[in-house]
T-cell receptor
């Protein structure tokens, strides 16, 4: 079974621009979560989507948004990019079914550099 | 104070040694505990998952949870150079929102 895929893998943007990142979960997984990983702050939770609805949200400004489509694929958007947004953005998928708990499986990430 | 504390290391051990990693946490609502391994320039890979106090074994890996002390551990027996990676503990209160430790960088010397 294919794992979580994320596109693009690398991205360079300029301050003030916006960016959209894409995530395809493992087949059959209905929940998609997004995390930001930086050397200083580590892995921080952004938001989680299930059945096209945002269920949980982390402590990030409104410039960070996301959505999920009916096929469970998800996108996240960052508007008005700042230098501090440079990070590895990770997507994780979960099955969400009876007998499962809260295991999340991560994709390889998108490395975003803001200049 | 962070919810999850993990010594970032680095930790360097000879091949065949036991690697011992641990995390402490302050939120008593955490119920689910995970260990992830992350190689350089890759996403985290789920290694172990547990939701009760006690030990759980999987091959060379043993995860230990002590909820009364708010302390979790991961032991890697017979460590190999291929175990060289960053190990992250993660916890959840019961929703799909993980709180991570800072990660411990481990090097296993051949």
């Amino acid at each position: 079974k294919a794992g979580v895929t994320q596109t693009p893998r690398y991205l360079i943007k300029t301050r003030g621009q916006q960016v959209t990142l894409s995530c395809s979960p493992i087949s059959g997984h209905r929940s998609v979560s997004w995390y930001q990983q930086t050397p200083g702050q580590g892995l921080q939770f952004l938001f989680e989507y299930f059945s096209e609805t945002q269920r949980n949200k982390g402590n990030f400004p409104g410039r960070f948004s996301g959505r999920q489509f009916s096929n469970s694929r998800s996108e996240m958007n960052v508007s008005t990019l700042e230098l501090g947004d440079s990070a590895l953005y990770l997507c994780a998928s979960s099955l969400v079914a009876p007998g499962t708990h809260y295991e999340q499986y991560f994709g390889p990430g998108t490395r975003l550099t803001v200049t | 104070q962070k919810e999850v504390e993990q010594d970032p290391g680095p930790l360097s051990v000879p091949e065949g040694a036991i690697v011992s990693l641990n995390c402490t946490y302050s939120n008593s609502a955490f119920q689910y505990f995970m260990w992830y391994r992350q190689y350089s320039r890759k996403g985290p890979e789920l290694l172990m998952y547990t939701y009760s106090s006690g030990n759980k074994e999987d091959g060379r890996f043993t995860a230990q949870v002590d909820k009364s002390s708010k302390y979790i551990s991961l032991f890697i027996r017979d460590s190999q150079p291929s175990d060289s990676a960053t190990y992250l503990c993660a916890m959840s209160v019961g929703v799909l929102k993980l709180s991570f430790g800072a990660g411990t960088t481990v090097t296993v010397r051949a």
